[in-house]
């Protein structure tokens, strides 16, 4: 399965590059391929009709599972109902019965045969947010993102790992959007991006260096709105699967300057793997925003002697917003 794997790759960065109409019609195609290799297959419940069913022996959805020679004696009175009976697979705890469990017969019920998961279990599509970017109210077209957002189960890892979406904090209407990776133990937490030491060096970057509110004056997402496990940096697929959610905040906020803070942020906004030292100092485009890149504050903090580059970002950023510098 490997081609199909390397196939839906090749599928989703083609999305994750805007060509959606070409994946969806690839991905109809690579579906009837997974389907047409599967008629080969016996489906489970077809075989059923077809087998007599005897009262004593096992049934076509059974098996019997080899008893030892040595049963233990037991009062079958004493015996709680639920504890299957010695001497036949519980249907747990093996790697190899997993699946499958025991019924009161002794027989042991067979899994149903797995169907491979379909490109739509994969990778759900989006739905058409189009009317949310031309909301009048967007603090409303927020909130009602936000819902979409809270109801994501695109990433198995990250929503079995999530306490909640973080969606994004700040004024929907500022002209200046502060990018950063995902959500941190904090963020996830309180639900809101960049609240822990990260945070703060952000919030001291926004208000003692460009000397602007960071509430009122910026609006502060991430590439992720789930908290990956250990804070690792998200994967390419899920930087994919959220992306639409970060178009169409940006088409909500609309904001005239994009100021990315990171790799992450950098790499999988402008769908490059140039380094920050090399995009830093320079403006790119996105949408209808400029883009500038600067080191991520939880690299600051752990590499300090990167602030003075960093305020020279700023600077940058703030030339090219028409904010005086000192
Ligand atoms: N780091 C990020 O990239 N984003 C947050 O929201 C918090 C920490
Ligand atoms: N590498 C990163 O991932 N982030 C930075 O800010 C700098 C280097």
Redesign the pocket.
């Known amino acids: 399965m490997s081609h199909i794997r390397a196939v839906i790759q090749r599928l989703q960065s083609l999305q994750c590059a805007g060509v959606e109409d070409v994946a969806h019609s690839r991905a109809a195609k690579l579906l009837e391929i997974l389907k047409s290799q599967k008629k080969t297959a016996q489906p489970a419940v077809a075989v059923v009709s077809t087998v007599k069913i005897s009262e004593t022996g096992p049934r076509p959805w059974e098996k019997r599972v080899e008893t030892p020679s040595v049963k233990p004696a037991v009062n079958p009175t004493t015996q709680p109902s639920t504890t299957p009976a010695p001497g036949y697979s519980s249907g747990y705890g093996t790697s190899k019965s997993y699946g499958n469990s025991t019924n009161n017969r002794g027989y042991t019920l067979m899994a149903p045969k797995r169907q491979p998961l379909s490109l739509e279990i994969i990778v759900p599509p989006h739905e058409d947010y189009t009317s949310l970017t031309q909301m009048e109210d967007r603090r409303e077209a927020l909130r009602l993102l936000g819902e979409k957002v809270a109801k994501c189960v695109r990433c198995i890892d990250l929503v079995s790992n999530r306490t909640q979406t973080v969606l994004g904090t700040g004024n929907p209407y500022a002209s200046l959007m502060f990018l950063g990776e995902a959500p941190g133990k904090d963020e996830d937490v309180q639900g809101v991006p960049f609240v822990g030491r990260a945070g703060q060096l952000l919030t001291d970057m926004i208000q003692k260096g460009m000397k602007i509110n960071r509430e009122e004056e910026t609006y502060i997402c991430n590439i992720l709105r789930c908290r990956p496990p250990g804070n690792r940096?998200p994967m390419p697929e899920e930087a994919f699967k959220c992306r639409r959610f970060l178009d169409t905040q940006i088409d909500i906020v609309k904001p005239k300057f994009i100021c990315c803070?990171?790799?992450?942020a950098a790499q999988y906004l402008l769908d490059t793997t140039t380094?920050?030292?090399r995009m830093r100092l320079r403006e790119y485009r996105y949408r209808d925003a400029v883009v500038v890149c600067?080191?991520?504050p939880?690299?600051?903090l752990r590499n300090p002697s990167?602030k003075k580059a960093t305020w020279e970002d700023l600077q940058f950023l703030m030339k090219l917003m028409g904010i005086p510098v000192e």
């Open positions: 940096a803070l990171g790799a992450s380094t920050i030292s600067t080191y991520h939880a690299y600051l990167q």
